[in-house]
């Protein structure tokens, strides 16, 4: 068990630093699916702590507040939602490995459930910020292009691209917990051995360059407020016109300084300060798995070159397994 504890801790390590920003497996990827990729990241993670642990319920809860308050402290900037997502994947997965055990149902239960909700929190979020005024504009759109292609539907272009990009969520959690399910087996037939790595040059502040994400808040407004006052001055005739969309300008305006002025730092600050209780109790693991951070970016970008001569998928699949099991099975040079 003693094992399994510093497995534990290395995973739990892990998670913290997928959440974190601060770069690991991102560092390898460039891609447009950055969100699906940490959410597929962490239930993986969040899977191997169940695998390993005895006590999962427990197991898994102290690793979601250890995760989270290194989340606030690199993160400060980190969205309410993201709070939200993370711990919806670590309750619900330790309620399910509690329940269940970690074969390939549950796994895929896993994957389409946190995938899902991370879809269905975008869609809440749209709606609320933009109201019905959005989904009117999408089908006022629809309907221009059925007009043009001389096809009428009954369901709304908003009802039809809703379905398909719930569907395409849900497919992509079956099958991320098809990918967990093979990786986990790797990884468990894999036989152990110490791992070590030359400590060169380690850099603890590295971090990615990336746009902040108030930045892309701003970016997303000012796209999704255009198309809308155009769908309404061009589609909307005169029962909508620009007037309404004007309105939906203004009214988006207001709830995002609301929310971002108001609400949301009141939220973070309730959340902080129930994490900040929490910090002085998991001090030690903190600390421990904050110091990994480098070491593990370090074998991950190792893990990524080793697997050079494997293409595809297959790469892929081989550089999470080994990557993982290269970092759970580290040790330092002195140990």
Same mark, same amino acid.
């Given at each position: ?9 290395? @995973? ?18 460039? +891609? ?27 197991? #898994? @809860?102290?690793?979601? %507040? ?63 910020? *933009? ?6 504009? #999408? ?7 059925? !007009? ?17 990009? %719930?569907?395409? *969520? ?7 917990? /098809? ?16 791992? *070590? ?12 360059? !990336? ?27 005169? $029962? ?13 305006? /207001? ?31 903190? +600390?421990?798995?904050?110091? $990994? ?24 699949? *081989? ?17």
């Amino acid at each position: 068990m003693k094992n399994n504890k510093s497995i534990i801790d290395k @995973l739990t390590a892990l998670w913290a630093l997928n959440e974190s920003g601060l770069g690991g497996f991102l560092h390898v990827f460039n +891609t447009p699916f950055t969100g699906l990729i940490v959410g597929g990241i962490a239930i993986l993670l969040i899977s191997l702590i169940a695998y390993y642990a005895e006590n999962k319920w427990q197991t #898994i @809860l102290k690793a979601l %507040l250890i995760v989270l308050i290194i989340k606030m402290a690199v993160s400060p900037y980190s969205p309410f939602g993201a709070y939200v997502a993370v711990s919806f994947q670590g309750l619900f997965g330790a309620f399910l490995f509690t329940q269940f055990s970690w074969k390939g149902v549950t796994l895929m239960i896993l994957g389409m459930a946190t995938f899902l909700e991370s879809a269905v929190q975008k869609i809440f979020i749209l709606t609320i910020v *933009y109201g019905g005024g959005l989904w009117e504009a #999408i089908d006022l759109y629809g309907a221009w292009v059925q !007009k043009k292609m001389e096809f009428v539907s009954e369901m709304s272009t908003t009802s039809v691209l809703i379905t398909i990009y %719930l569907l395409v *969520y849900g497919i992509c959690g079956l099958l991320a917990g /098809l990918f967990i399910k093979s990786i986990m087996n790797i990884i468990a037939n894999k036989k152990e051995a110490s791992f *070590y790595i030359k400590t060169d040059n380690l850099d603890s502040d590295k971090t990615t360059s !990336k746009v902040s994400f108030k930045t892309k808040a701003i970016w997303i407004w000012l796209i999704t407020v255009a198309v809308i006052v155009l769908a309404f001055s061009f589609f909307g005739g005169d $029962l909508f016109g620009w007037k309404k969309g004007i309105y939906i300008v203004l009214r988006s305006f /207001l709830i995002l300084m609301l929310w971002y002025l108001i609400i949301g730092p009141l939220l973070l600050k309730l959340i902080r300060k129930h994490l900040n209780k929490k910090e002085s109790q998991y001090k030690e693991d903190i +600390t421990n798995a904050m110091d $990994l951070f480098p070491y593990f970016r370090q074998i991950i970008s190792y893990t990524w070159k080793e697997t050079k001569e494997l293409k595809g998928y297959t790469r892929f699949k *081989y550089f999470m397994a080994n990557s993982i099991s290269n970092c759970i099975h580290f040790k330092m040079p002195s140990q």
